[in-house]
């Protein structure tokens, strides 16, 4: 099984909501970074969210006060809540897990279009 598999992606209208579901090996939790990235057509990799071990948290001032993630230890969950998407949150969505090694999901697409 992969590491890290996202589910949850898909087309949703300007002001719309969202919320991705990132499945992860159960090693990770307590000593990596968790977090999500996203990359636009022609634009780099950028972070969107993540937690560190000690639960701090950080966020992209771009999605600061709309998205919100947090993690689920009984179901090894990594979840990014999304609100009030704008047609500039379009990327593909990536689950990362980052400390002794970098892991990364395989990506889900969040289109947000009228």
């Known amino acids: 099984q992969a590491p890290l598999v996202e589910s949850g992606g898909g087309l949703v209208q300007p002001g719309g909501s969202l919320r991705l579901s990132c499945a992860a090996s159960?090693?990770?939790?307590?000593?990596?970074?968790l977090g999500w990235y996203r990359q636009a057509p022609g634009s780099q990799r950028e972070l969107v969210a993540h937690?560190?071990?000690?639960?701090?948290?950080h966020y992209a001032d771009s999605v600061m006060g709309r998205f919100r993630i947090s993690i689920n230890t009984l179901q090894n969950t990594v979840d990014l809540q999304m609100l009030d998407l704008k047609p500039e949150d379009t990327a593909v969505y990536y689950c990362?897990?980052?400390?002794?090694?970098?892991?990364w999901g395989q990506g889900t697409q969040v289109t947000v279009s009228s």
């Open positions: 937690l560190t071990p000690s639960m701090q948290v």
């Open positions: 159960g090693q990770f939790f307590g000593s990596y970074t």
């Open positions: 990362s897990a980052r400390g002794i090694g970098d892991y």
